[in-house]
């Protein structure tokens, strides 16, 4: 039977009784884990085989490993990274894309030893002046060019590692002068604007399996609501930006949205979203979607069936040689700290 059309967090490093009563009664499509969920790498391994134990499935497990600032894996099991921006605008053009290749191949042979099998990267948001650090301190380059191009050498390498990318925050999150965690942005800039620029690496990048949406309202598509909750926001995502691909939530929970969380799920749903994501763990919370948000059928089953298909095995790889090679290229300044084995 089809899951609940749903991806959810969990509350800590060992999977609860409830959580398991829960995940068995109603099996949401995914998991994803956070920095609270991370101990030891044997740790957290159980916790991902457990929980896919309980939902009876091998379901999609994600994280938000990017590296920088946004990075739920840390020393001194895994690799810690600089900010991307940092390495990258400090080499030629040729040896920024090898440098980016190498990075997400390693970030992605670590998920995939944990039997994590989706990272919700590359982030194609484009920066400009008035942008919240939130963006900022996370972008893969300077304009939308640079960023596109980046951002599918980010995707190819960590599909080489076995792990589905997601590319986010679409339809862009870069004129955003506020962090959607905490409150709601507002988008004032022209259509023919965000289309030139903030929407450039979406297309570019419209054929990965899965996208995740951007809080925010641009008042040139729908001034009323944010995008997740948008009809016209997602048909824009879909025709005009032309990705057919199973479209994610940003996390139900933020601060942007307003409503309880079952209501603006099920909105997000109606408006065209195929799968909400629920992150913080909360019980309570959880159960109110299992409630309310049904299991996948019609495009967002077939969409989410092609996700799960699209999950590739993993390429051979020499971890310690990828090592090398990286902090030759950028230097031991610049360079990603010695973690843990991967595969």
Known sequence: MPRHAMIVGLSGTDLTEEEARFLAAHPPWGLILFARNVDTPERLKTLVADARRAIGA????LIDQEGGRV?????????DWPRLIDTLSALPPEDAAEAAALRFRLIGNELIALGVDVDCMPMLDVPRPASHDIITDRVMGRDAVEI????QIAADALKASGVLPVIKHIPGHGLATVDSHLDLPRVSARLDELAAVDFMPFRALNGEAMAM????????IDSTVPATLSPAAIAHIR???????????DDISMKALKGPVATDAMRALDAGCDIVLHCNGDMAEMVALAEVVPRLTGRALDRAAAAEAARPAPEPFDRETALRQYRALVGEASAAT??????
Do not use: N
């Open 239 to 249: 025709e005009t930006i032309g990705f057919d691909g199973l479209l994610m939530t």
């Open 148 to 151: 596109a191009r980046i951002g």
């Open 58 to 61: 091998q379901v999609p497990v």
């Open 213 to 220: 949406t951007a809080h925010i309202v641009y008042d040139a």
């Open 71 to 79: 990075a739920r894996l840390r020393p001194p099991q895994w690799l």
């Open 338 to 343: 010695k973690g843990g084995p991967g595969v």
